[in-house]
């Protein structure tokens, strides 16, 4: 039985760029808004701090390496990095990405997923709503600057691929407004650089007959699923009177949008999930107050054990996969400030990466 190949999003949010400097101040990193961060309720984990690796900077290579050792000793395949393209050949917080292809470390597999949606400030931390930065789309010349700049990684032969195509996510190809001439563009362009193609996936936030028709039809071989708010819908009005009274009483009431984790996760996959070119995704919890505050989503009472049954969960759905198709995203290695991360922190230690191997070798037996 072929393991199912693990790619966890990578964030590269951890290293000072010009940018981020005039948004928020000098040196802001993601790390700002999770060394800020405090508890809203009663057991609420705030602020979470980082151990193994401390409050780390991207610039520095050793960092890099060691990310790569720990992901790939508990079962992670490789990293998906975010990619962020705005268009006329606008880029952010590459660096990271550019120096694991350029210096051929750490020497771990990758992918890329081009993020391709607009920068807000309050989804970002700050409490404006302002649009930071836009995401453009400006047609064919800047879509072939954008194939070249990123070519020398789809060249490399630590890039993850699917019957020898790099595999390239794209968060919401909906969004293009030519997407399938920008797939047909850059298939042409893969051909022509020695490639036999790209392998396109297009993120979706639920899954259905219809989502997966539209997204073949502008050109996506596969989708990812991301269902982080698939529970709303069930379980969002249902808390008990109970503990309303319970919260009452206790001056602990909870934030609008705080649920339990046990709660949501059953929502995270569906049946659909193990259809072929369906590539589930395990969520290794969820808490955005860090950055929105009291507005933000929050996954409370995450616990290793909870996440070792999630994981086991997502990993039968891929049982009967062919090894070529046995992808199963990680949402994510480092997203802290979203509390969605796999990084050991001073809670927790190494639990949770230890919940995802034991899950891993419970599936190969």
């Not at 819908?233 to 609008?256: E, F, Y």
């Amino acid at each position: 039985m072929d393991i199912p190949k693990i790619l966890a999003y990578y964030l590269p949010q951890f290293h000072p760029i010009p940018e981020n400097d005039k948004w928020w101040g000098k040196g802001f990193t993601e790390w700002t808004n999770v060394g800020k961060a405090q508890p809203l309720f009663h057991g609420h984990y705030q602020p979470k701090v980082p151990a193994d690796l401390g409050y780390y900077d991207l610039r520095v290579p050793e960092t890099r390496i060691e990310q790569a050792k720990l992901a790939a000793q508990y079962g992670i395949h490789g990293f998906c990095y975010w990619h962020y393209w705005f268009g006329d050949g606008k880029q952010l917080l590459e660096r990271p990405f550019n120096e694991v292809v350029t210096t051929g470390e750490p020497d771990f597999p990758f992918c890329l997923a081009w993020a391709n949606e607009s920068w807000k400030g309050f989804d970002h931390g700050l409490k404006n709503r302002k649009v930071l930065i836009e995401q453009k789309y400006v047609g064919e010349k800047d879509y072939i600057e954008h194939f070249y700049t990123i070519l020398p990684a789809f060249h490399d032969k630590r890039y993850i691929k699917q019957n020898g195509k790099p595999l390239f996510s794209i968060y919401f190809p909906q969004n293009i407004p030519d997407c399938k001439a920008f797939v047909d563009l850059w298939q042409s362009l893969a051909q022509k650089n020695g490639l036999p193609g790209i392998f396109f996936i297009g993120l979706s936030l639920h899954t259905d007959e219809h989502t997966l028709a539209s997204m073949k039809k502008i050109g996506m071989d596969a989708i990812t699923t991301i269902r982080l708010e698939d529970f709303y819908g069930n379980i969002k009005h249902r808390v008990s009177w109970g503990q309303k009274i319970k919260n009452k009483l206790t001056g602990n009431a909870l934030p609008s949008k705080a649920f339990e984790y046990k709660d949501t996760m059953k929502y995270f996959y569906n049946s659909m999930d193990a259809c072929p070119n369906i590539y589930p995704t395990i969520i290794s919890g969820w808490d955005h107050s860090p950055r929105t505050g009291y507005e933000g989503l929050i996954m409370y009472n995450y616990t290793p054990d909870l996440f070792k049954e999630h994981v086991t969960q997502i990993l039968s759905l891929v049982k009967e996969r062919d090894e070529d198709d046995s992808f199963v995203f990680l949402k994510s290695w480092n997203e802290w400030a979203e509390g969605n991360y796999m990084e050991p922190d001073l809670k927790y230690g190494h639990q949770f990466l230890q919940a995802l191997k034991e899950a891993i070798d419970s599936y190969k037996k």
